[in-house]
Structure formats: C-alpha cells, structure tokens
C-alpha cells in the first residue's frame, strides 16, 4: 500500500517538477540580466564605448568593445535556452561589426552600431 502511494506521488510529482523548472529557467533571462556581473556590466559597457566614440578615443574604445565581447561570450551560455538563437546571433553580429568600425575610426558608422547593440540587448529578453 505504501509503495503504492510513493508510486502514485513520483508519478504525479517528478513530471511537475521538470515542467516548473524548466519553466523557470526559459523566464531566467530578466534576472540574468539584472543580476549577474556579466548582465549588468554590458549596458555600462554599451554606454562608455558610446562615450568613447564620440571623444574620438578609439584605442580606448576598443579596449571596451574587447571587455563587451568578453562578458558578452560568458553570458552566451546562460541566455541561449532563454532567449532566440537569431536574437542571439544579431548582438553578436553587431558587436563584431562595431569592432570593425572601431577599427576603420568610423564616427558615425559606430555611434550607430551602438544604437544597434542597445536595441539588440532590449530584444533579447523578449
């Protein structure tokens, strides 16, 4: 009767359970972003290369793409199951163009890749 009821419970219980933590990790992205160094650390990042750029200080400004880049690579992992494969590939596809303008020393072509870059970020959770 009790290996029954253990049954009945395991039966019923361990389905549920996946069900809610895998519902939890597909929501996880908000606090990710919110709470994890690398998360918070790429909205500042977006903003000190926006200002770099402007004072023309691109060594500098690469120097914090190659930090964005970084922090970018260890959240990757984290967000992949909580957010689309193609919101995913559009950050990464604007950060290595922003790269290439930092290079070029391109004004106008990086204050828009940084545009860009803030909007992919705000996607992303969505």
């Known amino acids: 009767m009790k290996k029954d009821i253990v049954l009945k419970v395991l ?3 361990l ?3 996946v069900i809610v933590i895998f ?3 597909l929501n996880s992205f908000g606090f990710i972003k919110s709470y994890l160094p690398a998360g918070k650390q790429i909205p500042a990042a977006i903003d000190n290369i926006e200002n770099l750029i402007i004072e023309e200080a691109w060594g500098e400004a690469l120097q914090e793409e ?3 880049q970084q922090n970018w690579n260890k959240l990757v992992p984290l967000i992949q199951i ?3 494969e193609e919101n995913i590939k559009d950050f990464t596809r604007t950060l290595n163009t922003l790269e290439g303008y930092l290079r070029g020393k391109e004004k106008g072509l990086s204050l828009a890749e940084v545009q860009l870059l803030r909007f992919s970020w705000q996607q992303l959770e969505n």
């Open 11 to 13: 039966f019923y219980f």
């Open 15 to 17: 389905p549920a359970a």
């Open 23 to 25: 519902l939890v990790i």
């Open 66 to 68: 190659e930090k964005l």
């Open 82 to 84: 909580s957010t689309t």
